[in-house]
């Protein structure tokens, strides 16, 4: 008993690692990565989050306490008003218009990885809807912190991703990030081995959808 959310990403060490340091991640951060994998991503994930947001919108109705409920408005806020509105003007600066994100159809590895979260938080309570929905926030956060520390990261105009990092590297993000993670730490402290055991499935599937998603830009997968 007594877990905390760094339990779960050394219960799956492995996939969490290939997550964080995919190549899409490590082209992004040396400014290597080509430009249409990047495009690629960027729409796909325009799509990805507003299912997120709706993973949010779950949570919302999953929640037994005002505490519980402010928790989730707040990543939804996050995602439609913060996340969102960066990702609409940063689309657009890459000459990507939101009716033309709208339209896209939805790759896969979207699809798989969406409707997972989605259907994890369904079938599960308000703890698995979170554990589903760590590794994005709290591994795009993760990541932009792992970038800054590699040598190989070049930030400024002579990398065209630096935005990008900036974004996830942001108060915002991170503080949206440290609010999720102080969550997840005093629902841990809770559970029982076996449900420990129950939530690592979860949170290791969710990673393994993220890496996925990584691919599917780099492979420009539909
Ligand atoms: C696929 C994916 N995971 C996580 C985030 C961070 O919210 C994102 N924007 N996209």
Redesign the pocket.
């Known amino acids: 008993m007594g877990y905390r959310f760094s339990d779960l990403t050394a219960a799956c060490q492995s996939d969490w690692r290939a997550y964080l340091e995919h190549d899409f991640v490590r082209g992004l951060g040396a400014g290597t990565l080509e430009e249409g994998a990047f495009r690629h991503y960027l729409e796909q ?1 325009y799509l ?2 507003l299912h ?1 947001a709706r993973a949010y919108a779950l949570a919302a109705y999953k929640s037994r306490t005002l505490a519980d409920l402010r928790q989730a408005h707040e990543g939804l806020k996050a ?1 439609l008003d913060v ?1 969102l509105d960066l ?1 609409v003007s940063y689309c657009r600066d890459w000459g990507i218009a939101e009716e033309q994100l709208a339209a896209l159809p939805e790759a896969r590895a979207t699809l798989a ?1 969406t409707r997972y979260v989605l259907d994890a938080g369904s079938r599960g309570d308000l703890l698995d809807l979170h554990v589903a929905l760590a ?3 709290v ?2 956060g993760e990541i932009a912190n792992w970038l800054n520390e590699q040598p190989s990261t070049v930030r400024g105009e002579a990398n065209p991703y630096d935005a990008w990092i900036a974004m ?1 590297e942001s108060d915002e993000f991170q503080s949206a990030m440290r609010a999720e993670l102080e969550w997840l730490d005093a629902r841990l402290a809770e559970v029982s081995p076996a449900r420990f055991e129950e939530l690592c499935r979860v949170f290791r599937d969710a990673t393994r959808l ?1 890496i996925d ?1 990584w691919q599917m830009g780099l492979d420009r997968a539909d």
């Open positions: 994930d990805f989050l997120f995602i996340e990702h990885y590794p994005c926030v591994g795009y996830y993220e998603f």
